[in-house]
């Protein structure tokens, strides 16, 4: 009877189909009367015939008949019905994806009165009840409604949470689950997944809305999940950044986006159930941070760096020796996946010379792809002025800062060409500028300023090549190589763009790494609070600034950079560090001496890279010229100064505290030889601006040599090499550094009783 009602119901006349299934729901109700004894099927096989007709008939008129069955039945069988919960479920899920509002509405309505009051009678056909809400939610016409699926499926796991007990009753099919795993298998599983379902189908909105759900529905029970559950939990959450089959628009979209959003919650998670879940799953968590730090967007890299950070920041307390090893491990692992190589040897292709020709004046800057909503992933984050108004940000002037450590600013672009830009927003790219701006000593740019940029096309921002008329020849050969050649010339530009977003990614996370180091070993604010304490007391004592009354030096008070020349070098940290920070912020101390020189090697390597970079003028000048980072010649001085300094941090804390006394002597030749290295290299600086990047690290410098007990100073500048302090004095200083190395230069008379040469 059944195949009969299946032929009939998707009969091309709707009157016999609409007969036919009228047929049926009469028939169903008769059986609806007597119920159903348990462990039997017989209503899921004679209402299978709603199902398949639902499936096979595109009738809208036979849908809607079919969906008003159901909801009959729903309305006056409920309590009768059993293993037929699976048909009405598989009806509705066929009726949520439908665009007929009305259609759609019913189904749902019904869905919702089966949630709210009979809520137990289902949960034999739990996971097709939690399938069907996925499908509601996923239909995009409907943004009500997915809203509302989301809020049931949400309550489906505080009904669970309450009444575990009815999922572990044991049926024919799920004999070979253990019983302490059903509540997970038929329950939270079902639950977790067509959430995850939801995230990776619907619009940002609805997807947003099923994400926090998600976490929310994690950190309220998942107290009550095993660790077997907790993995697959995570299998199903590591899922959410598998976007490779995503359109390339979207997938933008999808990693400005829902990444770091599920990244940060994922952070949540993990600190709420450290210790049940580090022991299995942290190598998994620090894959995910490599993998985001990895990734040519911007904003997922520098989520996963911030997320990082704040994960370390949470439990770095209850880390031991092991976990730090890992951690190092990951942080040594994301240096080396991104440092950007291919800046030192880069050169365009002999098929497009343009750089060796082109006009100084018409270099256009880097037009990235972007959604035109998203303008302002081309800004990087502000670079903290440490010392004052010494580091204005870009937006503060590039002309006066000497922040261009490869930073982007869509400020400056404005500044340069409005027109460009209004063009280039418009068709949804992000204009990359440079801060630096080129010397007027550069060859074969004199002359040149006058001439006006060739006109650029706004939809893909290239030049619009001024070619002479073919001629007709009669000949389509010709034609079809020009087309070939200027199709080849097109993606040859392309992928150097694509190439060049993805150096200028990872410069960004190159110094956003050094950030993370220096905030988990010093906290976010205590090497900012020193370096700006450093520049007041120089600049106090140059009387460049007014100062309090009852701070001015005086012939009875020593200078502010000496005052503490006088305290005890070998203190511990246990109130505080040296720059007034409790050591409850800090990570410094709960890290062994091998783990912190990982770190210093890894600074050094990184400060060598961007020193080696700002002195290669002939491979920045064709990066320039190619339009690499737009009218300015790129630099790495903001990376070459804040690594450098976050070194002199870490060495000068361990040469200072006795946790680490057994490790002295190493740190105190690292420490020697990287200041001396650092003073040498300031002394060859030929750019003001740079110099004045290179201040707050000497200030830093300055002071802390000034704190070293009168035998330790005395083993730092009695070398021949110590000599090139007094090279930096024949230098032209800004006062407040003069009167730093002033200090010093006196601490050097007065222990050896001899006059200054």
Not at 304 to 325: A, P, Q
Not at 542 to 551: I, M
Not at 683 to 707: E, G
Not at 737 to 748: H, N
């Amino acid at each position: 009877l059944g195949d009969y009602f299946n032929k009939v119901g998707c009969n091309s006349n709707d009157d016999v189909a609409f007969f036919a299934m009228d047929s049926l729901r009469q028939l169903s109700m008769k059986f609806l009367e007597k119920g159903e004894l348990a462990n039997f099927r017989f209503q899921k096989d004679f209402l299978r015939p709603f199902e398949h007709t639902m499936k096979r008939n595109k009738s809208l008129v036979i849908r809607d008949m079919i969906v008003r069955c159901m909801a009959q039945m729903v309305s006056m069988r409920a309590e009768n019905i059993k293993s037929g919960w699976k048909n009405v479920f598989a009806v509705f899920h066929l009726a949520a994806s439908h665009q007929d509002e009305k259609l759609v509405d019913m189904a749902f309505q019904t869905t919702t009165i089966i949630f709210e009051k009979q809520f137990s009678s289902t949960v034999d056909s739990f996971q097709d009840a939690v399938k069907c809400l996925s499908e509601f939610a996923c239909n995009p016409l409907f943004p009500d409604t997915s809203m509302e699926a989301i809020r049931l499926i949400d309550l489906c796991a505080k009904r669970l949470a309450e009444r575990p007990e009815l999922f572990k009753e044991q049926t024919a099919i799920e004999e070979q689950v253990m019983v302490a795993d059903r509540v997970w298998v038929k329950g939270w599983f079902p639950v977790l997944f067509e959430l995850s379902v939801i995230v990776s189908r619907c619009k940002l909105d609805v997807r947003t809305r099923a994400l926090t759900v998600m976490f929310n529905i994690m950190k309220s029970f998942g107290h009550k999940f095993s660790i077997n559950w907790w993995r697959d939990v995570f299998n199903v959450v590591f899922r959410i950044f598998d976007n490779m089959k995503l359109p390339e628009q979207q997938k933008a979209e999808w990693m400005t986006t829902t990444c770091p959003h599920a990244l940060m919650a994922i952070i949540d998670v993990f600190t709420q159930f450290f210790q049940q879940l580090a022991p299995v799953l942290l190598d998994d968590l620090f894959n995910q941070f490599c993998w985001c730090s990895q990734q040519d967007n911007k904003d997922l890299a520098g989520a996963g760096l911030d997320c990082l950070e704040s994960f370390v920041m949470c439990n770095g307390r209850s880390f031991d020796t092991d976990l730090w090893d890992k951690t190092i491990s990951c942080v040594v692992r994301i240096f080396e996946d991104t440092v950007p190589v291919k800046l030192l040897s880069w050169r365009p292709d002999p098929s497009d010379l343009r750089g060796s020709t082109r006009d100084v004046s018409t270099v256009s800057p880097i037009l990235i792809p972007r959604r035109p909503t998203d303008m302002s992933a081309a800004t990087p984050p502000k670079h903290h002025a440490s010392t004052g108004d010494l580091h204005p940000t870009v937006e503060e002037g590039s002309a006066q800062g000497s922040e261009g450590a490869l930073d982007a600013s869509e400020e400056s672009a404005k500044q340069d060409g409005e027109q460009t830009q209004e063009e280039n927003v418009g068709s949804g790219v992000a204009v990359i500028e440079q801060s630096e701006p080129v010397s007027e000593a550069e060859p074969s740019k004199a002359g040149k300023l006058e001439k006006k940029s060739a006109p650029v096309d706004g939809k893909s921002g290239e030049k619009l090549e001024q070619s002479k008329p073919l001629e007709r020849s009669g000949s389509t050969s010709t034609i079809d190589s020009i087309a070939s050649s200027r199709h080849l010339k097109r993606e040859l530009r392309e992928s150097t763009f694509r190439l060049f977003i993805t150096l200028l990614v990872r410069c960004q996370v190159q110094r956003s790494l050094i950030s993370t180091i220096d905030h988990i070993l010093f906290s976010s604010v205590s090497s900012r609070q020193e370096d700006h304490r450093l520049f007041m007391a120089a600049a106090s004592q140059a009387s460049l600034l007014p100062v309090p009354s009852h701070s001015v030096p005086s012939s009875s008070n020593p200078s502010p950079l000496i005052a503490s020349a006088s305290r005890p070098a070998n203190r511990r940290l246990d109130s505080g560090d040296a720059s007034g920070m409790p050591n409850d912020e800090a990570m410094l101390l709960k890290l062994n001496a091998n783990q912190l020189l990982q770190l210093v090697d890894l600074l050094s390597k990184s400060h060598s890279f961007a020193r080696d970079f700002n002195s290669n003028e002939e491979q920045r000048t064709v990066l320039w010229k190619a339009g690499f980072m737009g009218k300015s010649k790129p630099n790495m001085w903001s990376q070459e100064t804040q690594s450098i300094a976050c070194v002199l941090r870490i060495l000068f804390r361990m040469y200072t505290d006795e946790h680490f006394s057994q490790s002295w002597p190493l740190v105190e030749e690292k420490l020697i030889s990287c200041w001396r290295q650092a003073l040498a290299y300031f002394c060859s600086l030929t750019s003001d601006k740079q110099r004045l990047d290179w201040m707050p690290v000497l200030l830093l410098l300055f002071h802390h040599l000034l704190q070293l007990s009168p035998e330790r100073f005395e083993r730092h500048l009695r070398s021949k090499e110590a000599s090139v302090i007094y090279h930096v004095a024949r230098l032209e200083l800004r006062p407040e550094l003069r009167c730093a190395l002033c200090d010093v230069l006196e601490r050097v008379h007065t222990h050896w009783h001899s006059p200054l040469n």
